[in-house]
Structure formats: C-alpha cells, structure tokens
C-alpha cells in the first residue's frame, strides 16, 4: 500500500525512460530493464507525437530472467498496443503477470514502428514499492 504522507514523485516514481526522439521504422525502441521484484504493480505511459504519413506504432512490455534481456520473451496473454497521434499510451502491469515460476522477474516496454517515423517517447512509474519510498532515476524533481 502506498504511504500517503510521501510526495507524489516518490510514490510512483519515473524509474525508467524512452527519451522522445522521430523513431524510424522498423525501428524497436527500449528502456533499461525494470526489476519487478522492487514493485507490485509498474504503468509505462508513452509520449506519442506526430506521425508520418500512414504510420504505426506500437507498445508492449517484454520480460526476462536476466537485466540485459539476453533471455527476452513476451509476457503470455500481453498483447501490444497500438499507439495514436497526439495521444498517450498507457500498459498497467502486476509482476503476477510475470512468469514467476521460471524467474522472469525484469521487465522493460519495447516500441515498435512500423511504415512511416513516430515521434515518440515513453516513462515507466513504478507504484507500490516493497521497500518505501523507492528510488526514482535522477533528474528534476520540484517540491
């Protein structure tokens, strides 16, 4: 359970991004990896822009036993989703999602684009950490 006396920025901190960049197609875009054994539930959100004529995009979060994803698999019954011009993307994932059993325990989100370039970007929250507050990646935090 979250612990409401904490700052929003320290409750569901940004732990991991896809800086906003024109993505080309074909073109298979990715975070550092995500422990999930650091968080009950984590929501990745992508920043999606303009998009060339007749373009595609998609999102989706992979899982694997090892942080450099050598050992990558999609996460069964997890589909990706399409991405729209102008308007967010968003993927909850528990880590019971997770396939546990055999030690997939990190995950990232993968973009995908497909026909024409994307401008696209996403960050992935972490929200229920098992160890409170949890540390966010550096960068600009206001109080």
Request: charged fraction near 15%; proline fraction near 6%; aromatic fraction near 4%.
């Amino acid at each position: 359970m979250s612990n409401p006396n904490l700052k929003p920025s320290l409750r569901a901190p940004v732990i991991a991004v896809i800086p906003s960049a024109s993505q080309s197609v074909g073109t298979a875009t990715i975070t550092g990896s995500v422990d999930m054994g650091l968080f009950i539930n984590v929501m990745a959100v992508a920043t999606v822009g303009a998009f060339g004529t007749d373009a595609t995009a998609t999102m989706k979060f992979e899982q694997s036993t090892l942080d450099d994803f050598s050992d990558a698999k999609d996460i069964v019954g997890r589909t990706a989703i399409d991405l729209a011009e102008d308007l967010p993307g968003v993927i909850n994932l528990k880590a019971n999602d997770l396939d546990t059993s055999n030690g997939f325990r990190y995950v990232r989100p993968v973009i995908t684009v497909g026909t024409a370039a994307v401008l696209v970007g996403a960050a992935v929250l972490g929200f229920d950490a098992k160890d409170q507050p949890a540390d966010p990646l550096t960068g600009t935090i206001v109080d």
